[in-house]
């Protein structure tokens, strides 16, 4: 019945997503995303609750706690409630403006969004949108894959050597980009 | 089969006593059970009161019918409260997978007589009330292999 969406979503595109309840209600939307200690993977969300007076934090949501992200809402269990959490101590590893450099010492943009996979059971950061480095691209902006082997730090995010030949423009080439590079890992 | 959408405002009819008793405000559905439970009953003297589904005799075009006044009662479950409070309305309702995709608004709910939810329509597509996972404020939740 459901026309299959992809399973890739902009980070910035979650932001203010509502959190729906299988009950079908919704008091609560996206604030942002709890990046873990690598880098990559989504421990949870941040939530925020809409209100006259503005919109208040009003805790984390675990990624086990999420049972779907949609195109449209984040669906969690009815009947889940949202507090403060020592999860939220791991925020603070936001990848935009980070600056992207091949392993062969090429810089190739700087991050101004992260793609999320956000399959069932899996949330991850498989790519990133980049603002692309004078030189490097006819694009002022572009997609790029980051591969299993990429190193996120505070202060940038290597990636392999010839990655310049994988930025790309399409949307549906980054998901072809991302499976290529985890057969590739799977093969060697 | 019986359209939600068609009873919204009709007169509540006593037919043992050629009389108007109400209108109907709402149906009251128990989604987890893919069923309408009543119909909350509007403009009688002392507020809103319940009309079990099983009390209606009959769903004319122009009114629903009742054998006396036994049936009304005041709401006596959380379901039935929160109707009379407010509830969640099923026609024009946004429909979301449980996987968090939008796929349309109830144009029409259809019901059979035993008040099961036989189906839910969006217009483009039709959703059997078995994958009625919730109803909300929000949404409509379906489930999304349905």
């Known amino acids: 019945m459901v026309t299959a969406t992809t399973p890739f979503v902009r980070a910035s595109n979650l932001i203010g997503r509502p959190v729906v309840t299988t009950g079908g209600e919704a008091e609560l939307e996206v604030q942002d995303l709890v990046v873990g200690e690598d880098g990559r993977t989504i421990s949870g969300l941040t939530l925020r609750r809409p209100g006259i007076l503005g919109k208040r934090h009003v805790g984390v949501l675990a990624t086990d706690d999420i049972a779907s992200i949609g195109t449209d809402a984040v669906m969690v269990a009815d009947g889940r409630s949202f507090g403060p959490d020592e999860r939220e101590l791991a925020v603070g590893h936001d990848l935009t403006g980070r600056r992207v450099i091949t392993a062969d010492g090429t810089a190739i943009g700087t991050v101004r969004d992260v793609i999320v996979e956000t399959r069932r059971g899996r949330s991850r950061i498989e790519g990133v949108e980049l603002v692309v480095e004078p030189g490097v691209s006819d694009e002022a902006h572009a997609l790029l894959a980051l591969g299993a082997d990429a190193t996120v730090s505070a202060e940038m995010i290597v990636v392999r050597a010839g990655a310049v030949g994988d930025l790309c423009t399409d949307p549906e080439a980054l998901v072809g980009s991302v499976a290529q590079l985890r057969s590739r890992k799977a093969s060697s | ?146």
């Open chain 2, 1 to 146: 089969m019986i359209g939600l959408s068609t009873l919204r405002h009709l007169d509540v009819l006593d037919t043992s006593a050629a009389a108007r008793v109400g209108r109907v405000d709402a149906p009251i559905v128990d989604a987890t059970k893919h069923r309408v439970t009543g119909l909350l009953v509007g403009g009688v003297e002392d507020g809103a009161v319940v009309l079990p589904w099983d009390a209606v005799v009959g769903f004319g075009p122009d009114a629903v019918t009742v054998a006396g006044a036994d049936g009304r009662r005041r709401p006596e479950d959380d379901l039935e409260r929160r109707a009379v409070e407010g509830g969640p309305t099923l026609i024009a309702a946004r429909v979301l997978s449980d996987a968090g995709d939008l796929l349309g608004t109830v144009h029409e709910v259809r019901v059979k007589p035993s008040g099961i939810i036989a189906e839910v329509d969006l217009g483009d597509r039709v959703v059997p009330g078995t994958a009625i996972v919730g109803l909300g404020h929000h949404a409509l939740v379906v489930r999304a292999d349905a």
